[in-house]
């Protein structure tokens, strides 16, 4: 399926740009939208949840950002990939185009606005006078592993999403819960032990704590959490890859 990506540059290049420029076509603040969306959301939560858990977390909108930073890149990418086939049915019905291809750009498209998002982060950071670490480069390690990890899902969920509907709508509910289990805006020690067992098997919290643990906390990620993360990104993205080998050529006949 991935032997000729080398020459797809120029089409993956293209269905990116041309995500970028959908999305804020109709957009007064155009692009913007991609510094201010995190920001907004960083200050409504850190306004009602900072009452709450401000005194035992330090510099709460810098450790909610982290967090959420990473959850929106992981729910908009794998929904973005798991609507790529259908998004362009027209055109694969006319011309011939790899649609992993469209499930690959969504991922890129969604991993551009991350990198912008990631302004956002450092300008809070500055403003609420976090210090910077230099292990934020381990950042690089759980990132990676992130994109690999939504590799892999987002195309399992290209191929269900084309047989079934209703994936969808159950992938809506799947990351509403997942967004619960992460940490996001509330510290892991309040949650009970035998339920924060459970949670630590969700690899999206494990790219948080990774995350922050190199670039909040200013320590090296933990290994064992990391291996875990690298792990089950890995067995995803293969599943994925051997799924849509599978359904390649049937997806057609589907949309």
Known sequence: MFDTFAEKKFL???????????????????????FFNPLLIMIVFTAIFS??????????????????????????????????IKRNASLLKKIYVPKYM??????????????ISFVILFGVMIVTGAQFHLTSIYAIIPIFLLVILIFGVGLILA???????????????????????SALFYPMEIVPGTVQKIFTLNPVYSAISCFRESVVYGVVPDLSTL?????????????????????????????
Request: aromatic content about 22%.
């Open 159 to 181: 191929v269900c999403n084309t047989y079934f509907s209703d994936i969808g709508y159950l992938y809506n509910v799947f990351t509403l819960i997942l967004m619960y289990a």
């Open 51 to 84: 009452m709450l858990f401000g005194r035992s977390i330090e510099n709460y909108p810098v450790y909610f950002l982290s967090g959420r930073l990473i959850y929106d890149f992981y729910n908009s990418a794998t929904k973005g990939a798991m609507r790529s």
């Open 227 to 255: 291996s875990y993360l690298a792990a089950f990104a890995f067995t995803v993205f293969f599943i994925g890859i051997l799924l849509f080998n599978i359904y390649d050529k049937k997806l057609a006949l589907e949309i």
């Open 102 to 115: 469209f499930s690959i750009s969504s991922v890129c498209y969604e991993f551009v606005n991350f990198l």
């Open 12 to 34: 993956l290049k293209q269905l990116v740009k041309k995500d970028l420029t959908a999305k804020y076509k109709d957009s007064v603040l155009g692009i913007l939208w991609s």
